[in-house]
């Protein structure tokens, strides 16, 4: 059905309001320099379809504790059975939140009319995104398919200064202010042992009241996440 990766039980943060559950889904092409989850990036390091019934099996066990199940990755929409899965999984009384990057829109479109919630990151530049995903025409389509849709959503950017500047965000905050988006997320980039940069600067987005107020002229109710 889908590749299951990882699993976490149960979170509070990944589904704004509700106790959920998160499915990794195994794979995904993009490039992000500063992903967290590169054993989740290979397509073949996964369980095989049987996994799904265990986990379905899971799911059905905690169904008295958790109301959600959060599908993120890895990448979800490059799962070819992903609306399989959210059907079987919403007949368990599920509600589900997707995280993607918004990088299959054929998966996307497929699943949008099943989903609850969804949660997009917009990474870098339009102009840019060759650097993640030599796809962008689909992020696009996805971003305007969440723009016109009724799916609560949030879209959402990892402020990795190794990749952006203060005018390369606020370019993206006018471009999906332009696109029709309402709800945007800045979220502070995490340095790990393998992803060093310099840290101060990664705040410095969040420190620069001038730089925060323009944000604030496209998105008045902005989410900021340090
Ligand atoms: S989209 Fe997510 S899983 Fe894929 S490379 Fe980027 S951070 Fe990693």
Redesign the pocket.
């Known amino acids: 059905m889908i590749k299951v990766g990882g699993i976490v039980p149960f979170t509070t943060i990944d589904y704004p309001e509700k106790l959920a559950t998160v499915l990794f889904c195994q794979g ?1 092409p ?3 320099p500063y ?3 590169q054993d ?2 290979s397509f073949n390091d996964a369980k095989d379809d049987a996994s799904f019934d265990e986990v379905l099996d899971f799911l059905i066990k905690r169904k008295k504790l958790v109301d959600a199940v959060v599908l993120s ?3 979800p929409l490059f799962q070819p059975k992903l609306k399989n899965a959210i059907e079987v999984i919403k007949e368990k009384g599920f509600k589900i939140a997707l995280h993607t ?1 918004g990088a299959n829109f054929k998966i996307f479109d497929e699943v949008y009319g099943l989903i609850d919630y969804v949660a997009m ?1 917009f990474k870098v530049p339009f102009e840019d995104y060759d650097v993640i995903y030599k796809g962008k025409e689909d992020i696009l389509k996805s971003l305007i398919k969440i723009a016109k849709g009724k799916v609560d959503y949030e879209i959402r950017t990892t402020l990795d200064p190794n990749l952006l500047n203060k005018d390369k965000v606020l370019s993206m905050a006018k471009f999906l202010h332009e696109k029709g988006i309402k709800n945007y997320a800045l979220q502070l980039c995490r340095a790990t042992d393998d992803y060093k940069f310099d840290k101060e600067k990664a705040h410095s987005f969040f420190i620069d009241d001038e730089f925060l107020n323009k944000i604030r002229e496209f998105f008045p109710n902005i989410v900021l996440r340090k």
Do not use: M, T
């Open positions: 995904c993009l490039n992000c992903c967290h989850n989740l990036k990755g890895g990448e990057s990151d």
